[in-house]
């Protein structure tokens, strides 16, 4: 097991529903030493490729963004997930389907803040069914950037997203890969060699 | 001028109604370069105060409080605004109006994620009407913590909430002050001796 693999064997709480509860390091309470260990993980995986800005949505997105952006010294960019009241830029607009919230929701990026040709780790916290990782990807096309990869702390191995993102070319890398979990006796496995 | 000062002076965008748009650097865009200068200056100027926690409010305060508690080594809870699906935590619940939105709203914080007896560093981007500031004292005083001070990055210097926070006794640290904006001449005086 890697680090955060440990961590979320430690920390994470299995709940019912196939839940996977780590409020207590990585989208509530934030532990900085396990964010800056995941910061350097993501630099060194994408070693030699091309980043020129961070992309990340709002709100648990930001803090491993922000470790990242430091780590590249790059502007680090959140989409957000309503129309802010105090900005007038136009904005690139793209869909997501919440199964959290089960509504679907716009994301937006006011346009100044990617531009054409630019390469963008699009980078987030968790990836479930990919639907906000789609729409980050979205956004960047529209603004004409590449995507330069994606990555992001944990992926729900079980659900979808990161199978379309691989089959779709992307360069994913996610630092702790859930295959499973069983509520009852609170055991996690891991995707091997991840 | 410091140099939060100059950037707010060269990229800031004073706009009808007394609105300074900031999120090409602090609030939608961020400049990494910038907000690691604010945090270094925030840690200078609580120099000898004790910190176990930062404590901010999502979304926007997230990267700024990111980065300062990298800094001191401590853990960041970020405040939600929205009861999350997969928490069942009990919650800390504060009030806070939202004189952009012109609604009340709620502010929550898991309850294991502040501790009795902490010194918690409040940490924001912004500070008008104080009331996000006030929810946040209102959670570390149920928490029984103790509010070591309150840090933001830029003040609304005609609005009430830094005003109020002195009054009662608060350390409040801006890194920058904005005493007035002139829309017409695109201007910006900052409190002196900040």
């Known amino acids: 097991m890697n680090f955060l693999e440990e961590k979320i064997q430690a920390d994470g709480v299995i709940k019912p529903g196939n839940i996977l509860k780590v409020d207590g390091f990585l989208n509530h309470q934030i532990d900085i030493g396990i964010m800056r260990q995941i910061a350097d993980e993501i630099k ?19 803090a491993i963004a922000t470790l990242v952006g430091d780590l590249y010294h790059v502007p680090v960019v959140f989409a957000k997930k309503s129309v802010t009241a105090n900005s007038t830029d136009e904005k690139y607009v793209a869909k997501a389907y919440s199964f959290t919230h089960k509504s679907e929701n716009q994301v937006l990026v006011s346009k100044p803040y990617i531009k054409a040709g630019e390469n963008v780790l699009i980078v987030d916290d968790f990836l479930a069914e990919g639907e906000a990782a789609h729409a980050l990807i979205d956004i960047v096309r529209q603004a004409g950037g590449k995507v330069a990869g994606i990555a992001v ?12 993102l691989r089959e779709e070319g992307y360069r994913l890398e996610s630092i702790a890969i859930v295959d499973s979990m069983d509520w009852e006796s609170q055991t996690i496995r891991f995707r091997a060699k991840n």
């Open 44 to 62: 060194q995986r994408f070693c030699g490729v091309k980043v020129d800005r961070i992309l990340t949505i709002e709100a648990s997105g930001i």
């Open 153 to 164: 702390c944990i992926e729900k191995g079980q659900q979808n997203g990161g199978k379309m």
